[in-house]
Structures are given as C-alpha cells and as structure tokens.
C-alpha cells in the first residue's frame, strides 16, 4: 500500500477521533461511558474538559505528523523530525494496545465490562493498526 494513502487513512482516523473528543469535551454524551474503563460498576476517572481537549490536540497532532511523513502537507524542518515523531506515536499506539495489564489493552485482567469488551475488539485492535501503520510511512 502506498505510503500517502497509509498516511491519509491514519490522519482521517484520528481526525475523527480528535473531533470525537472536541464533541465530548464540549458536553456531547453519545459514547462516552462506554469508553472509560470501569471496576465494580464505576468509573476509574471521570476525565475534565481539559483532559478531553489536550487527548483531541494529542490526536490532531498525530493526524499532522501522518500528513507530514506521508509527503502530503510539506513543513519547513528537516525530514527526520517528522520520521523520528511517527516511530514515537507508532510505539505509543502499539504500547496502549498492549496494555498495562490491568485495565486496557490486551493484557488486561478486568473483564466483562462494556469498555473491556470494545477494548478487546475494537479500541486494542484500532492502536495496533494506527501504531503499525505509523511504523510503516515512518520508514518511507
């Protein structure tokens, strides 16, 4: 697969996912419980709007990075930070989709929530993807 076309699949993902939770920040509901981990019925945290903001920049910036190594928007640096960046956010993706063995990931041990069930087939499986797929337009 070509690596501009890698490169705007992962930045239409995450920039959805960064417009997600710009819409969760601001008060939007849909979705938002299920996405949050949860023990004995209750949440492990309840994230701020300025939690939810800095995660949406975090994913917009990703989606940046993406464009940038995939040769489709051009930024006056040398072309190693943009590479050097992409192999950063491909081992952070791979990381959560391993997990900390408790709550996400696919070594989580708390199981049989509504979050642990899209975790496992969806949010896990997601990282791996966008973490291999930075992997690859890394390496040009």
Known sequence: MPIPLIASLLATVLGFLSALHVYWAFGGRAGSEA???????????????????????W????AFVALVQGAIVAIPASPVLPRIAAVVIGMIFLFRAAGEFR??????????????????????????????????????
Do not use: Y
């Not at 994913?59 to 990703?62: E, H, T």
């Not at 070594?107 to 791996?128: H, I, M």
């Open 103 to 140: 709550l996400v990931g696919f070594s989580k041990s708390v199981r049989g929530t509504t979050f642990a069930t899209l975790d496992t087939w969806l949010f896990s499986p997601l990282c791996v993807l966008v973490g291999t797929g930075f992997l690859l337009i890394a390496r040009g």
């Open 59 to 62: 994913l917009a910036g990703a």
């Open 35 to 57: 996405v949050i981990p949860h023990v004995d019925g209750r949440p492990v945290f309840r994230p701020t709007r300025a939690m939810t903001l800095v995660v949406a920049l």
